[in-house]
């Protein structure tokens, strides 16, 4: 079946510094991906969508200038999570579905655990 | 207004019984995707079970099955013959549109325990 990849697993950073998460679509084309962040016992909450070759759509409350997101290939996305504070400690964890199928799932990615110190 | 309710926190059930956990949408698109995904502790999610808002048969996917009622906008989740390994959290989510480059919303979720 199709696979997300997604890398680091686990991070742990000090305040101030920037860390980038990649998402990797290894058997399929991916033309959008998603982003989502998870605090412990939560939900999972959309942080925004990632258009290959175009402009990511956040959602409502979340800051692009703080999440940078880039998607340069048809199986590559990347956050970067700049200028990381404490408050930014959570799961983050990616997803992707192959191109334009109709009622097609989601594939999710194992997910960043981040650590600000 | 929320978009996904799920108003089980919390489910317990015997190994090998059934168990079902309530999902409710909210949406007014005529074409829409309700999905269940597991996640157990290791966080991985873990797509379960689909049911496109035009199917008019419930969706089943070997011991999972989908309770769709569209009138009710309910998407229930049943699980039979529960095993230890169905313990984690299970998530309902809905896509407004068909397509796979439309958003997924996900509910808060339900922790469900299977004991022996």
């Known amino acids: 079946g199709a696979v997300v990849s997604q890398h680091p697993s686990w991070v742990i950073c000090k305040s101030g510094t920037s860390v980038k998460i990649e998402c990797r679509s290894l058997?399929?084309?991916?033309?959008?991906m998603f982003w989502y962040r998870q605090f412990p016992k939560q939900s999972l909450m959309l942080m925004a969508t990632s258009n290959e070759g175009s402009k990511a759509t956040y959602e409502q409350g979340v800051e692009k200038d703080k999440f940078l997101i880039n998607h340069a290939s048809l199986t590559l996305s990347t956050l970067t999570v700049t200028s990381a504070h404490p408050e930014d400690s959570s799961f983050y964890i990616c997803?992707?579905?192959?191109?334009?199928?109709?009622?097609?799932?989601?594939?999710f990615g194992s997910g960043t655990q981040l650590s600000v110190l | 207004a929320q978009k996904i309710t799920q108003t089980q926190p919390g489910m317990f059930v015997q190994e090998k019984e059934a168990v079902t956990l309530d999902c409710t949408y909210d949406?007014?698109?005529?074409?829409?995707?309700l999905f269940w995904y597991k996640q157990p502790s290791s966080g991985e999610m873990i797509f379960l079970i689909y049911q496109g808002s035009y199917d008019e048969q419930n969706a089943t996917e070997g011991r999972y099955s989908l309770n769709f009622q569209k009138a009710r906008k309910s998407a229930n989740l049943v699980i039979s013959a529960s095993q230890l390994g169905d313990s984690a959290m299970y998530f309902c989510?809905?896509?407004?549109?068909?397509?796979?480059?439309?958003?997924?919303?996900f509910g808060t979720g339900t922790r469900l325990q299977v004991f022996p």
């Open positions: 949406t007014s698109d005529q074409s829409y995707g």
């Open positions: 989510a809905m896509r407004e549109g068909v397509y796979n480059t439309d958003k997924l919303i």
């Open positions: 997803s992707a579905g192959r191109a334009n199928l109709e009622g097609e799932k989601l594939f």
């Open positions: 058997d399929f084309q991916a033309t959008t």
